[in-house]
């Protein structure tokens, strides 16, 4: 089988790996319009059942991502001047160059033909069996099929941009900065001994009223720095805007597709699907994209067939996560709902923001009934039963107010 992936990011070079791995006589190119190594980003995270996926599918490549990724298993939260730790899951970080390096390496190697600063155009697709679209949310090749694909794209509300910087976090590090124009906060978390990523969020009417959004990213920058001093401990904060440029803010938007081929041509990764950045899935839901595809391939030998399944599966496997990052969303977006609990009842319920029940019952009360199922299952069983029933009901009222 002929195969092209249009896009060098994680997703459509794993692929590339699986399907070469199945079948060495496989032609597969990877076309990427950027030279190599000149991804932007700063590091990814990924948890314990990606990394053991991975090594299912192909431990080799699972070998040297972990060996270059950084580990943390706690949570810390700063909220005004206190501070309050939870221990939880291992996490992982890797940069984002390192890890599509240890890829790109692993495609040569199994024989996958690597065209970097190669442009594919929907005018020009290339001749293949197989075109797998993983040009990113703003796909080139979706856009020109927009009608086929049904593509809707749902902007949150909050600005935030993404920073990385010297300072080291040893945890996951969330911070909540107060101040006259309303609130301010960053995710962090490390990716190699020498970097780790922030990222920055507020409402668009703080950002505007600070000025972070005006003038050169410098200024930005520097305001930003004086904001987290307490948890950079004198480290800088680094941009990627072109010299002079602005700080780049962002809206996240999210990004659903009706169906995920049309023809020969099927979508993977960022080109099929978004969440929330604050659920730290993206990264994680394009491999899977890829694992998925690749059985599939693998395991029916038509075509449509195969495609047909790929959505299938994957369309049900990411209603979970989207669920998930709309309420996470929803939550940072409600922030001053929850930023008055006490310390440890607030971080808590930042654990608990996926929940599609807390939303709809009082922070305080939630935060009892949930420390109470802990202890009685009855009460687990009421939660899990209550909790879609109350967001469906109010997903219906949501779609019913827009007709």
Not at 288 to 294: K, S
Not at 377 to 389: F, I, S, V
Request: proline share 5%; glycine share 8%; hydrophobic share 40%.
């Amino acid at each position: 089988m002929k195969v092209a992936c249009v896009g060098g990011g994680p997703a459509g070079l794993y692929l590339s790996i699986l399907l070469k791995l199945q079948d060495p006589s496989h032609d597969v190119t990877v076309h990427e319009r950027d030279r190599e190594g000149s991804t932007y980003g700063w590091g990814v995270t990924y948890w314990q059942g990606l990394l053991d996926r991975l090594h299912a599918y192909d431990p080799e490549s699972a070998r040297a991502v972990a060996e270059h990724s950084v580990r943390w298993n706690q949570g810390i939260a700063h909220v005004r001047d206190l501070a309050t730790r939870q221990p939880g899951d291992e996490g992982h970080g890797i940069g984002r160059h390192k890890f599509l390096e240890i890829l790109a390496e692993r495609a040569r190697t199994l024989g996958v033909r690597l065209e970097f600063e190669h442009e594919i155009t929907p005018d020009a697709l290339p001749d293949a069996d197989l075109v797998v679209a993983g040009d990113g949310v703003h796909s080139a090749l979706r856009t020109r099929r927009a009608d086929r694909f049904g593509a809707e794209l749902r902007p949150g509300r909050n600005s935030y941009v993404w920073l990385g910087t010297t300072k080291v976090f040893d945890s996951f590090t969330f911070a909540f900065v107060e101040t006259e124009h309303g609130w301010v906060w960053c995710y962090g978390y490390p990716f190699s001994a020498e970097r780790s990523t922030c990222v920055i969020e507020c409402a668009p009417e703080t950002r505007d009223r600070l000025g972070l959004g005006e003038g050169g990213e410098a200024d930005a920058l520097a305001r930003l720095e004086k904001l987290f001093a307490h948890i950079l401990d004198g480290h800088p904060l680094i941009g990627r805007a072109p010299a002079g440029g602005p700080a780049q803010w962002l809206t996240f938007r999210t990004l659903t597709n009706r169906s995920w081929y049309d023809g020969n041509l099927v979508l993977l990764g960022d080109a099929a699907h978004t969440t929330h950045y604050s659920i730290g899935a993206g990264t994680t839901l394009a491999l899977e994209d890829a694992m998925a595809l690749a059985d599939a391939l693998r395991e029916c030998a038509d075509l449509p067939r195969a495609l047909a399944r790929y959505e299938r599966e994957r369309q049900s496997a990411l209603l979970s996560p989207q669920s998930a990052a709309r309420y996470s969303a929803q939550w940072y977006e409600n922030l001053t709902r929850y930023i008055d609990l006490p310390p440890d009842h607030m971080f808590a319920l930042l654990g608990q923001r996926h929940s599609p029940l807390l939303p709809y019952v009082p922070p305080q009360l939630y935060y009892r009934l949930d420390r109470a199922a802990g202890r009685l299952e009855a009460l687990r069983r009421l939660k899990r039963w209550l909790g879609p029933k109350i967001a469906r009901s109010a997903h219906s009222r949501v779609l019913t107010s827009r007709e």
